[in-house]
Each structure stands twice: as structure tokens, then as C-alpha cells.
């Protein structure tokens, strides 16, 4: 097929060079985010992948799909950012990415919580400067103490167990259960009780109309004083400006980010010498207990493998089959 590859970077390009080896796609790689003013760029191609930040709403759609597009394939496990009912009027078909390696993002949230806990982004600076003073640094036993997971799928039940691993008590909060946390002995509580009792509480749910702003002021407040938040999920289930309120008034203990509600503007790129308009980020940079990093949960060796061979057999199976191996549509995931 003919392939538009949208928000490319080196990296990218990389590992689905080596994943479609055999030659048999044409893949055009750019590296302009996918939003109505860049449609035009993806010329003659008969599908479009995509990225986290792409925009893939319904006047997108309609644009890529007036100039022949028939395909849309996602290099990620979410799909918050298609309009799936626009795709399927459209006569478009989405692919995703299912699972890459949920380890890749569970591990890097547990880099987050050890960082912050331990405060290893102030402990490095310091020593490089020769400032071996421990003033501010002290942290917590991971033992014996409360992590409270939001969703409990690939990734969170990864990162019950290395939690589990570290002596932590689990209480998980998820429409499902799953088996596997509840071996490792966590226990399904609403909501508000594992805000409650949670020493760290860490997201790993979808971003959907019910998760949106899930962690906002009244979430907040029902925390522990001094808890730890970490969220590796998507950036629009945490409410930023109720989470800078809590970190003002000391409420929340510390933060850790891995994605930002508008990261779009910012993630992926370097804007080291570009003044950063966003005021709200700004003031999150300002916080010494909050820990950000930009949207590299899931980059990994193993991922990066992963999400490039089940992209290009995403495109295989649609040559073949007339649908994606792993479509997402309105009615059902696969
Ligand atoms: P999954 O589909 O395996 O698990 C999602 C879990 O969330 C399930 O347990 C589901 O029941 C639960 N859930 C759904 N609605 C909920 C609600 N209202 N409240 C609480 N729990 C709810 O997904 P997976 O693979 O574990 O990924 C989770 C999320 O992590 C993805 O949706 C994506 O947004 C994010 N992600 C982040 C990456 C990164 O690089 N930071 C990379 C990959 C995924």
C-alpha cells in the first residue's frame, strides 16, 4: 500500500523500515503532525498512519478521505483521538496497535515513582554540582505502603506487579476485574476509597468521555494528604489546574507525569530554544516535588519493535482481508 506516515521521527522511520524489509509498502514518512492544514501532504497515499498527537476528527476524516485514504492505521494502543463514528460513515477502517509491551510503560512508571520518592532529579543535579548536603531529600519505604490503580489492563496489572514486587499493598479501581491483580492480593474498591487509602495513586485507564478530568478537585481532596500521583495514561484524565491547586496548598505530595492534557503543542520536539507559551506546563516546571517527563512510556527497544511489525501487518492483513488485523471501530475493539 501506499502509506502516508504522519509525526515521524528518526526513530520511527528506523524500526518500520526494518519491519517492511520485504519492500511491500510505500511508506512516506513525515514529519508533520496530521491536522486539516497538513492533509495535503499525504498526496496519492490510500492510508494514513498515525500518532498519538495526529488529529483524526471527523473534518480530517472527510479531507483525507476526499482524496482516496481507506485506511488509517494507529501506532498506538489508544484511539481517544479518532472520531470513530466519522471513520465508519466515511467508509474509513482504523488499526491500532493493541499491546507493544505493556512493561515498556509500567516500568517507566515505576521509574516515576522512584524518582520522586527518592528524589533522584534533585539528588543528580545536586552531585554534579558537588553539593552532597541530603537536606530535602528524604523518602519512604515502598513496603508495607498503599498503591492505588486506576484500570488494571496490560499495563496496570504490569505495574501491579512489579508494585507487588517492591512489598506494596494493591487496591485497584476498573469496570473489570482482572484475575492476575487479584492474585498479587489486590483488592477492587470504588474510587473514593482507593483515593483515600492510597500512598501513591497511579492512572492507568483509557482517556474517554467517563475518564476525562477523572482526577479532578473533588478527586483531589479526597486523597491522602502527602500521596503521590502518577499518571502514565493520557494527559486529559487529570484535571492540570485542580492538580497545580493541590500542589500549592500542599495537599498532594508529589507528581509524576509521563503525559500532559496539552501535549500536542509541545511532546515530541525540541523547543529548547523556543519560548514556551504554555502558562499552565510552565507552572508545573516550577514545582521541585514534580517529576515530567514527555510521553516516553512506551519507548522502548522492544516497543518501538513491536509497534512498527504490527503496523506493517496491519497494512498486510487490509491488502489481503479488506480490514486491519486489529481494527477499532464504534461497535468493537479486536
Ligand atoms: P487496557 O485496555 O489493557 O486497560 C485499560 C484498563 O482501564 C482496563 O482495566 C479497563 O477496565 C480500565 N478502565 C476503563 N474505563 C475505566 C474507568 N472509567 N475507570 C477506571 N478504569 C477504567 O489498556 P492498556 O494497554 O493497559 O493501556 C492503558 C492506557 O495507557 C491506554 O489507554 C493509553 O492511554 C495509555 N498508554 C500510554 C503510553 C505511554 O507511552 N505513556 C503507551 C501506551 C498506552
Known amino acids: 500500500m501506499h502509506v502516508a506516515v504522519y509525526s515521524t521521527r528518526r526513530y520511527d522511520r528506523e524500526f518500520l523500515d526494518r519491519a517492511n524489509a520485504a519492500g511491500r509498502h510505500r511508506l512516506d514518512y513525515l514529519e508533520a503532525r496530521l491536522d486539516l492544514s497538513t492533509v495535503p501532504a499525504a498526496g496519492a497515499a490510500d492510508a494514513v498512519c498515525a500518532f498519538v498527537n495526529d488529529r483524526l476528527d471527523a473534518e480530517v476524516l472527510r479531507a483525507l478521505q ?31 496497535v493493541p499491546a507493544y509491551s505493556p512493561h515498556a510503560v509500567a516500568e517507566h512508571t515505576a521509574a516515576l515513582v522512584l524518582a520522586l520518592n527518592r528524589k533522584i532529579h ?58 492476575a491483580c487479584i492474585a498479587l492480593g489486590a483488592r477492587y474498591v470504588p474510587l473514593p476509597e482507593l483515593l483515600a487509602a492510597s500512598d501513591i495513586v497511579s492512572l492507568h485507564c483509557p482517556l474517554t468521555p467517563d475518564t476525562h478530568h477523572l482526577i479532578d478537585a473533588a478527586a483531589l481532596a479526597q486523597m491522602k494528604r502527602g500521596a503521590m500521583l502518577v499518571n502514565t495514561s493520557r494527559g486529559g484524565v487529570v484535571d492540570t489546574r485542580a492538580v497545580i491547586r493541590a500542589l500549592k496548598t500542599g495537599h498532594l505530595g508529589s507528581l509524576g507525569l509521563d503525559v ?27 514545582f521541585p516535588n514534580v517529576v ?38 464504534v461497535e468493537r475493539v479486536v
Open 122 to 179: 534533585k539528588a543528580y543535579a545536586r552531585v554534579r554540582e558537588g553539593n552532597f548536603s541530603l537536606d530535602g531529600l528524604l523518602g519512604f519505604d515502598l513496603v508495607g505502603r498503599t498503591v492505588g490503580l486506576v484500570g488494571t489492563g496490560q499495563i496496570g496489572s504490569a505495574f501491579a506487579r512489579i508494585m507487588a514486587g517492591f512489598g506494596c499493598h494493591l487496591l485497584a479501581h476498573a469496570p473489570d476485574e482482572d484475575p
Open 66 to 96: 476526499a482524496r482516496g485514504v481507506r485506511l488509517v492505521v494507529l501506532r498506538s494502543a489508544g484511539f481517544n483521538h479518532v472520531d470513530l463514528a466519522a471513520a465508519a460513515a466515511l467508509g474509513i477502517a482504523v488499526g491500532r
Open 292 to 329: 515530567i517527563t514527555g510521553h516516553q512510556g512506551f519507548f522502548t527497544e522492544e516497543a518501538l519493535t513491536a509497534i512498527a511489525d504490527i503496523t506493517i501487518d496491519n497494512l498486510d492483513v487490509f491488502e489481503s482481508e479488506g480490514r486491519p488485523r486489529h481494527a477499532v471501530s
Open 260 to 286: 500532559y492534557e496539552e501535549e500536542g503543542d509541545l511532546f515530541f520536539r525540541d523547543l529548547s530554544s523556543v519560548v514556551l507559551r504554555d502558562d499552565v506546563f510552565a507552572r508545573l516546571l516550577t
